[in-house]
């Protein structure tokens, strides 16, 4: 799952560095994927102490959410004073504490946190999973399995009702319940993945299903627009299993440690990466002789060309993962714990 990990968020950067068509292709099922993943690493110990899983996902994804979010929002006046922002985005105090309880509602409002509104979104997609599945264990397996699916379902469904009209509890609620059943599918997946068939068959059908479902449009799924809940499910679960296949067929030819590693590392990358487009931004400005103030555009500045926007892919992929690489030794550094793996004391297991 690690070079799932690993495909989803390069179909991010692809997605936000706006590469022509491939950026369309992609947007049909990434952050369905992310989803379908996390839901792959449930367990059924967490339905049984909810508890536990709460304080898993504290740990993984909140406080680093927090984290991330609330050091963007530190050098937020920093960053206006070096051109990365635009001079209308300076903050003061109120401005700034008014924002930091918005991080703690998890409703993160900086620009270099654009992305940070995923984790919200997988922090209560995986919690109401949770929630629901331990309300429903006190009845038959049997029943159990019923009812569940068909509370999911309903609650699709219900996501979708209330974008259509509009209601928004929370900025991300409709959206989690939208999501919910790629999270349920990636936890039945697990359950039965020696049953289901990967081959080159399907994963070619899912590949034209996709190809063809781009000619009518594509979901905006932040936007609340999912064009209709047949489309949303199909081009998701073609494009989760085209990737499964992918991924496996990648994994029994070599496995490749640096994908891998990227995989381990997606949070870094999500909360990153818009960051690590202000290099390119800046090498684009000493090549093409730009104003300066062409560090501020975002994501990307728009009139560089296709070719160019590799650049931004291969930087968000690369900056971060150095950057929490560094990190890394320098916790262990600094706590002593120089005989456990890297992997012991970095949250890379935050979309499980």
């Known amino acids: 799952m690690n070079y799932m990990k690993f495909f989803g968020v390069f179909y991010l950067l692809i997605y936000h560095s706006a590469i022509k068509q491939l950026n369309i292709f992609v947007i049909l099922f990434f952050l369905q994927m992310f989803i379908f993943i996390s839901g792959y690493f449930y367990k059924d110990k967490y339905t049984q102490n909810p508890g536990l899983f709460i304080k898993k996902r504290i740990r ?6 927090i984290i991330y979010c609330s050091l963007f929002l530190f050098l937020n ?9 635009k001079p209308g985005m300076l903050l003061n105090n109120e401005m700034m504490w008014d924002q930091f309880l918005s991080i703690l509602k998890l409703r993160p409002r900086q620009q270099m946190a654009g992305a940070m509104w995923f984790v919200s979104s997988l ?10 599945s331990f ?15 068909f509370c999911i379902a309903a609650i699709f469904m219900s996501g979708i009702h209330l974008s259509v009209l ?3 509890i929370h900025p991300y609620i409709d959206i989690s319940f939208v999501l919910l059943i790629f999270f349920y599918g990636g936890y039945l997946f697990k359950k039965n993945e020696d049953k289901i068939p990967i081959n080159i068959y399907l994963a070619v059908t899912s590949f034209l299903m996709l190809r063809i ?4 449009g594509f979901p905006q799924i932040p936007a609340r627009r999912y064009i209709n809940p047949p489309f949303l499910l199909m081009t998701g679960f073609a494009g989760i299993y085209l990737n ?12 490749i440690k640096l994908l891998n590693y990227i995989g381990q590392n997606t949070l870094a990358i999500l909360a990153l990466h818009f960051l690590s487009f202000k290099v390119i931004n800046l090498l684009a400005i000493y090549c093409f002789n730009l104003p300066f103030d062409q560090l501020a555009s975002f994501p990307i500045i728009k009139s560089t060309s296709q070719y160019w926007r590799w650049l931004y892919v291969l930087a968000g992929l690369s900056i971060p993962v150095v950057l929490k690489s560094i990190f890394n030794l320098a916790y262990i550094r600094v706590v002593n714990i120089r005989g456990q793996r890297i992997e012991d004391v970095e949250n890379y297991n935050e979309f499980q």
């Open 166 to 168: 509009k209601i928004q």
């Open 123 to 132: 922090l209560i997609t995986s919690t109401l999973f949770c929630l629901l």
């Open 213 to 216: 479902c781009m000619e009518f």
């Open 244 to 255: 499964i296949y992918i991924s496996k067929k990648l994994a029994e030819f070599k496995k």
């Open 60 to 65: 993984s994804l909140y406080l680093p959410f």
């Open 135 to 149: 309300i429903l264990k006190f009845i038959s397996k049997k029943q159990r399995t019923y009812l569940l699916f």
């Open 77 to 85: 006046n920093f960053f206006v004073d070096i051109k990365v922002y």
